[in-house]
């Protein structure tokens, strides 16, 4: 199995937001934002064709409390072993077609995922840079468990720069796994 990497298709801007609107209902009174983030998030951005949203919310029990009524939507819990989200998956004909990452709503200013989707979008020769080093891996048939890894030096520093033009630390990319 290998990663499939595609030119920007400006449908998905619209198949995030049908997304979000789908969720809305779903998780209202529960988060206090969703957006669309991610390399389908950026103009002319090669990318996966998976859409990432992020939303924001205070309490994640509260949250999975919703499983049911997320999974009527096709969103199911993936166990990720990250300490600091909840995840939710959502395939089509045997495909993931959607990642929902619920983060803590106090950490929501200043996500990562959300600052590196803001800087691209303003930097397209970065964008570029991104897109390049993710079609190679795509071409050299990178395993998917590898390809994550193999990103993170340019988007450690990609994220570093855009978090400096906002005068924000540093913060590792590599999100803390449970142990």
């Known amino acids: 199995m290998s990663i499939e990497v595609i030119d920007y298709d400006p449908a998905w801007p619209d198949m995030a937001a049908a997304a979000i609107t789908e969720l809305r209902p779903v998780l209202h009174g529960v988060v206090a934002a969703i957006e669309h983030i991610g390399s389908t998030a950026v103009p ?11 939303a924001a919310a205070a309490d994640f029990d509260e949250v999975d409390r919703r499983a049911p009524a997320l999974a009527e939507l096709g969103y199911q819990r993936h166990a990720n072993g990250m300490t600091d989200r909840l995840l939710y998956v959502r395939f089509a004909r045997g ?59 340019l988007i450690q520093e990609l994220t570093d720069r855009a978090r400096a033009e906002r005068g924000l630390p540093s913060l590792p990319v590599r999100e803390k796994e449970q142990r």
Do not use: F
């Open 44 to 54: 002319g951005l090669a990318a996966k064709p998976t859409i990432d949203l992020m």
């Open 95 to 153: 495909r993931r077609t959607h990642i929902l990452h619920v983060v803590a709503e106090d950490s929501w200013p200043t996500r990562n995922q959300r600052i590196l989707r803001d800087y691209l979008r303003a930097h397209p020769r970065e964008a570029a840079r991104y897109a390049e080093l993710k079609r190679n891996l795509a071409k050299a048939g990178t395993h998917p468990g590898d390809y994550a890894r193999a990103k993170t030096a």
